[in-house]
């Protein structure tokens, strides 16, 4: 897929979902041996507004891989790792 065409879709993604509601996270231990994601956010959220993205493998500490995007507002929300958006906003924000 050459830029135009992810840039498209990104486009189009954004304006087909305007907003969206982040999942909290949950508070790690002293130990920090256990998953950081209560839940998984699977809808569209525009680059635009990810001000960072971390990406933590899985491990002892947890067997799940887990993308935690901070927004622009302070949020920091989970992403599902396997919806299809999720490939290319990180391959474009890391581009950045």
Do not use: Y
Not at 36 to 60: E, L, M, N, W, Y
Not at 85 to 96: C, E, H, N, S
């Amino acid at each position: 897929m050459d830029g135009k065409s992810v840039a498209i879709t990104l486009v189009l993604c954004l304006v087909s979902v305007a907003g969206s509601e982040g999942k909290a996270l949950e508070k790690t231990g002293e130990r920090g041996s256990q998953c950081q994601c209560i839940s998984t956010h699977a809808k569209f959220i525009p680059p635009k507004t990810v001000q960072d993205v971390r990406i933590r493998q899985r491990g002892p500490h947890c067997k799940n891989v887990e993308i935690i995007a901070t927004l622009k507002d302070g949020r920091e929300v989970c992403v599902e790792p396997t919806a299809p958006w999720i490939r290319l906003t990180v391959k474009a924000l890391l581009a950045r």
